[in-house]
């Protein structure tokens, strides 16, 4: 089965956010697979497992992307494709960006994390399947592969639900579907020697632009009240009126 999984590059999620000159500074801090695409990876290796075929990762960022693609390589992907794009494209500019190099892959089965750690849009794949004219389950916890057909667990408020959709489909993976592994010293090794083609991004507007960022003002400490119900009682009412000011 040929299958590609889309990977993005973030900050560690121990990361101290900081602003330098009205943007986030990358100063110092380390750069990682983005969790959820990390679980996405690992289901693509064990399907390749049970199935054959072969895992193609695929990121579009800065040169330091290809980090995060050597890293899931080292954990036995297969090849790798990293698209030359602006780090501050928006997410429909990003969908497009990489509909146009899955699209030139053929995968049966695209694979991504539902979402990423550093903005949390959750966009992007349900735009690249809007874009492709692909089926798209998002949040899932359980894949089955039958054939052409792929049954999925997804999460959903307070339960889960099965759908079955028509390969080639686009799934976003949850946290919980697998334990994705640590790379080997032989998988390190066998990654540097592994491909990674580079391509050039198509020059995409974006449709949405960051105006500002600021870092926002730390939680005022919680107040303590003490002794018996009855003055306890006459102190939370008069704070909750004239400072809480709750109407």
């Known amino acids: ?5 889309c990977v993005k590059q973030t900050f560690d999620t121990e990361a101290k956010i900081a602003l330098k000159d009205g943007k ?3 100063d110092g801090v380390n750069l990682i697979i983005n969790p959820y695409d990390e679980v996405a990876v690992e289901e693509g290796l064990q ?8 895992v193609t990762v695929v990121s579009a960022g800065s040169e330091k992307a290809q980090d995060a693609i050597r890293q899931a390589l080292a954990m036995g992907a297969d090849k790798g494709v990293l698209i030359d794009a602006p780090t501050d494209a928006d997410e429909y500019a990003r969908a497009v960006i990489l509909a146009e190099a899955l699209k030139k892959l053929n995968a049966e089965l695209i694979l991504c994390g539902h979402v990423a750690a550093d903005d949390g849009s959750s966009q992007v794949p349900t735009r690249v399947a809007e874009i492709l004219g692909l089926p798209h389950v998002n949040v899932v916890r359980k894949i089955e592969l039958n054939g052409n057909t792929a049954t999925c667990t997804r999460e959903t408020d307070g339960g889960s639900e099965v759908i079955q959709v028509t390969l080639p489909a686009i799934i976003t993976c949850q946290v919980g579907l697998n ?5 080997s010293m032989k998988g390190i090794m066998q990654a540097k020697k592994k491909p990674v083609d580079k391509v050039a991004a198509t020059a995409i507007a974006n449709k949405a632009n960051v105006v500002t960022y600021f870092i926002p003002p730390p939680k005022a400490a919680g107040k303590r009240v003490e002794g018996d119900a009855k003055d306890t009682a006459a102190a939370l009412a008069n704070w909750l009126k004239n400072e809480a000011k709750v109407i």
Not at 1 to 5: E, F, L, T
């Open 1 to 5: 089965m040929n299958i590609a999984v």
């Open 24 to 26: 986030v500074s990358a």
């Open 47 to 54: 399907i390749k497992e049970k199935l054959g075929g072969e």
């Open 179 to 183: 334990e994705p592994r640590y790379p």
